[in-house]
């Protein structure tokens, strides 16, 4: 009786942790170009650093806003673990459509593999902090984009 309790808890276990693992996968964008024969030469002189991820995506601009992601204060933190560079994004709201999500993502990946074509770019959403929120809100009504 005490071995099945045992094993039944551990299968509980396993389960919980297979859900919140695919809850966290759920927020993640995958976005990967289909085929590599379209990809540029690497940039001589660059290097993979967050700051110079951070420099590229001020090439991408906010679908409904006139400006870029980066003055807007939604790219969080960029994490670079040899090839693989996740760059978090804030949102101001957790109900943001899919249409401006995908447009967000893909924008962030192309241009970071524009600067550094080898890379995998991985784009993980999150939700701004109230602070963050309204500082976003104040520079969005000064350059909403009719």
């Not at 670079?80 to 899919?98: C, D, F, M, N, Y």
């Amino acid at each position: 009786m005490n071995k099945k309790f045992l094993t039944i808890a551990k299968m509980d276990r396993c389960l919980l942790t297979l859900l919140q693992n695919f809850r966290r996968f759920k927020q993640e964008v995958y976005v990967r170009e289909k085929s590599t024969q379209n990809l540029r030469k690497p940039v001589m002189n660059t290097i993979l650093t967050p700051d110079s991820i951070r420099k590229v995506l001020t090439t991408v601009r906010h679908p409904e806003i006139a400006d870029n992601v980066v003055n807007l204060g939604m790219i969080h933190t960029v994490e670079i673990r040899g090839q693989e560079v996740t760059i978090h994004v804030a949102l101001p709201l957790e109900e943001i459509s899919k249409d401006v999500r995908h447009k967000l993502a893909e924008g962030v990946v192309a241009a970071c593999k524009s600067a550094h074509p080898y890379v995998d770019c991985l784009v993980h959403f999150e939700k701004m902090s109230p602070e963050e929120h309204d500082r976003f809100c104040e520079m969005a009504s000064e350059k909403w984009a009719d």
